[in-house]
């Protein structure tokens, strides 16, 4: 049987369907199509594959376990490196990761690796995971967790495996970062998935602490000075949203991305009056920006009753950050997309409601510096997109809550966390920081990557210290 050059295709809601509820899009690999797609891979000794995966996960040698039906060594070899491979599975922009440097992709579609990640954690879920405890030395040093989302998670998970007793701090009621605030909940299940493989953690013997803001309820000094902590990592994330400052940015109506999709995410918006936490939503709603948020924005909106949910984009479809999914499915569920405009003022009635978006509309001139082409307004071409609703969704940047409240803490000018790359190591002896607060809003995978390379530094720091 010849080798096909296309991936199998993963079976999904029909989009009228789907837009109109927040059950999840993908459905995921049958056993079948697993096994099917993992026959493609063609195991390469040299593993390209591997080199564009930030935790370094064997992909050759968990993909052989699928096609061979070994679904528990398939686990297992997964998180040697990976202690979210569902949550991965479904978010991780594998296309300019993993699946880029596939040798098939020469010729045709990569192995769907992601999907078959994801196949194998949901397996392992649906038979019932067992985690073993870690029986942990008398004397085992403490280390505390700053943030539950992707970067803290995986700094936890490698370090408890090493018998560190480790505590997460978490300022929300509920653990998981972006992954349960900022991610829709057709993409990524809350309690089936997220809540699951923290839960995991738990087993391991990670405590988390909820409704703990770290620079209030302790600061860092007092967590290592007061309650015992040998080290600390902070992974506070990207959480403060940014604006365009333009007028009618106060007018009602107008939400960053981040308190929409929290309010809906973390705080089940959809489900009111079931859920305590109303969300208003117009009937036509304008979301600026062009990533994955922007995506996750417009769809959510769609789902919430809006009749006509909008992207509005300063630049082509082709400069779209977003994923190339999210824009198909975005597309496939009625998302209008503005290209080639840019948002001057938000129009609102004498009761203080948005009425308006005012627009301009744009060309693309030579490459900024972000090597994307700049986008220039073209002389007398305003308009207005009549809406009810806007989203800004043009990026977040770092809390300076923890920056703020540490001494010795070295930051950039964006207010950044200064942190070496590879170790994470702070100008602050015994504190390491990773993910978005140190390299601004980025993926999942990269916190986690960037919280596994902390973990290793951490455990030599420590060890060091141990040693004296």
Avoid at 348 to 376: F, H, Y
Wanted: neutral net charge.
């Amino acid at each position: 049987m010849s080798l096909s050059l296309n991936k199998n295709p993963m079976p999904e809601q029909e989009p009228k369907v789907r837009a109109k509820n927040f059950a999840e899009v993908s459905l995921g690999y049958t056993e079948e199509l697993a096994k099917a797609e993992a026959a493609r891979c063609l195991q390469c000794k040299a593993a390209p594959c591997r080199k564009g995966c930030p935790v370094q996960v064997d992909i050759p040698a968990f993909i052989k376990e699928v096609k061979e039906g070994n679904m528990d060594v398939a686990i297992a070899k997964i998180k040697e490196v990976n202690s979210l491979p569902a949550v991965c599975g479904r978010v991780c922009p594998q296309e300019e990761q993993c699946e880029k440097y596939c040798v098939l992709a020469k010729r045709g579609e990569a192995v769907g690796i992601g999907r078959l990640e994801r196949y194998v954690a949901d397996t392992a879920r649906n038979k019932g995971e067992s985690i073993a405890a870690i029986d942990y030395a008398p004397d085992a040093q403490k280390v505390a967790v700053i943030g539950s989302g992707p970067a803290g998670l995986a700094v936890a998970g490698d370090l408890a495996k090493k018998g560190y007793k480790v505590t997460i701090f978490e300022a929300l009621h509920l653990p998981g970062g972006v992954l349960m605030y900022g991610i829709p909940e057709f993409r990524l299940p809350k309690d089936e998935v997220v809540q699951v493989e923290i839960n995991n953690l738990r087993k391991l013997g990670v405590e988390i602490v909820v409704n703990a803001v770290i620079g209030s309820t302790f600061t860092v000094d007092e967590l290592m000075e007061e309650e015992g902590f040998d080290a600390v990592f902070i992974g506070t994330g990207a959480g403060l949203p940014y604006f365009m400052g333009v007028p009618g940015e106060n007018l009602n109506g107008v939400y960053s991305a981040n308190e929409f999709l929290t309010r809906c995410n973390l705080m089940k918006a959809y489900r009111f009056p079931e859920c305590g936490t109303p969300i208003h939503v117009g009937k036509k709603v304008a979301v600026v920006g062009g990533g994955n948020v922007a995506m996750d924005g417009a769809r959510t909106a769609l789902r919430l009753g809006a009749d006509r949910s909008y992207i509005v984009y300063r630049r082509s479809e082709a400069e779209l950050p977003a994923r190339l999914e999210e824009i198909h499915h975005a597309k496939e569920e009625g998302i209008d997309f503005q290209f080639l405009t840019a948002p001057t003022a938000v129009i609102g009635n004498k009761d203080g409601w948005v009425t308006g978006l005012q627009c301009v509309r744009m060309e693309l001139g030579e490459p900024d510096a972000s090597g994307r082409r700049r986008p220039i307004e073209i002389p007398n071409s305003e308009f207005v997109l009549e809406v009810d609703t806007v989203i800004i969704a043009i990026g977040q940047g770092p809390n300076p809550l923890v920056q703020s409240t540490t001494k010795g803490l070295d930051t950039n000018k964006k207010g950044n966390i200064a942190a070496h790359e590879e170790t994470g190591v702070t100008s602050k002896p015994g504190v390491f920081a990773g993910g978005d607060i140190v390299t601004g809003a980025a993926t999942v995978i990269l916190a986690m990557g960037a919280g596994k390379k902390a973990a290793a530094a951490i455990d030599s720091y420590l060890q060091e210290k141990k040693a004296k």
